[in-house]
């Protein structure tokens, strides 16, 4: 989140600053970080060994427990982790008001979809039949 | 002061230094490499949740969306998501270190860029070596 910062040079609104949510924004993306790094190591093992699997081949190896909850956990703090981090670069990078509130709405529902359809996929794979 | 001269005068003033004017230094590139992969990532991500999906659903589905992991494309794809995670992951390592106020002299972060740089490297060399030996 970003607040509007009032330079002598440009006047209000024209620049945005994040000073009452930056100390925030860095805890969260250090400690899920922290919590990413074991999952991503994890996650690219899992998604490296589906390469070239078949059907079956592949659905045996996301269907194990393990790996299905590996991939969720991951995906889960991965997305917000990575919504918050697009966040800051469309801040730094799109001026446009109305593009830059267009960009933020597609990256939150964008992130939102992808932990979604792939936490239900890993449920259908891995689910007991 | 008419409004043209604080004009004039507010066009003399130095804004601060950006990508067009630094000569390019590897600490500086990889920091752009951190970005450049945390996007990349969310790329992947999206095409291996549609891939994921797609083989939750059948094999009907399987057949039309498996070119995401398999095959040239799916390979280089799937290669091109593990070297952005590890490369990704070190550069977070990178500024945990940062953080803790290690490695910020000269010599030291140069080392630490260069470490992130031929880890992100190795680590998926690993991976994919290991990967094809475990089947």
């Known amino acids: 989140m970003t607040t509007q910062f009032i330079s002598g040079r ?23 970080a922290g919590a990413l790094a074991p999952l991503g190591l994890l996650a690219a093992w899992y998604v490296v060994g589906l390469s070239g699997k078949s059907f079956e081949e592949a659905r045996a190896e996301i269907g194990r427990p393990f790996p299905a909850l590996v991939l969720i956990a991951f995906i889960a703090i991965a997305t917000v982790h990575a919504r918050k981090g697009v966040e800051s670069i469309i ?39 | 002061m008419a409004q043209a001269e604080i004009d004039a005068a507010a066009e003399k003033r130095p804004l601060s230094p950006h990508l067009t004017v630094y000569k390019p230094m590897l600490t500086m590139v990889m920091s ?65 270190l940062w953080d803790r106020g290690l490695y910020m002299d000269p010599k030291g972060r140069e080392l630490l860029t260069q470490g992130t740089l031929a880890g992100g490297i190795a680590l998926t060399l690993l991976t994919w070596i290991l990967s094809t030996l475990a089947g």
């Open chain 1, 91 to 129: 801040e730094d990078y799109v001026h446009d008001d109305e593009t830059k509130e267009k960009a933020l709405r597609v990256n939150k529902w964008a992130s939102l979809a992808i932990a979604v359809l792939w936490t239900l996929a890993i449920l259908l794979i891995a689910a007991p039949k």
């Open chain 2, 32 to 96: 752009m490499a951190h970005r450049i992969s945390g996007v990349a990532l969310y790329v992947g991500a999206a095409l291996l949740a549609v891939y994921l999906l797609a083989l939750a659903f059948g094999p009907g589905t399987f057949s039309a969306f498996s070119w995401i992991v398999n095959g040239f494309f799916g390979h280089l794809i799937v290669l091109g998501f593990s070297w952005a995670l590890f490369t990704h992951l070190l550069g977070g390592v990178r500024h945990a």
């Open chain 1, 10 to 32: 440009t006047g209000r609104g024209a620049a945005y600053v994040s000073d009452a949510s930056g100390a925030a924004h860095d805890r969260f993306m250090r400690l899920s």
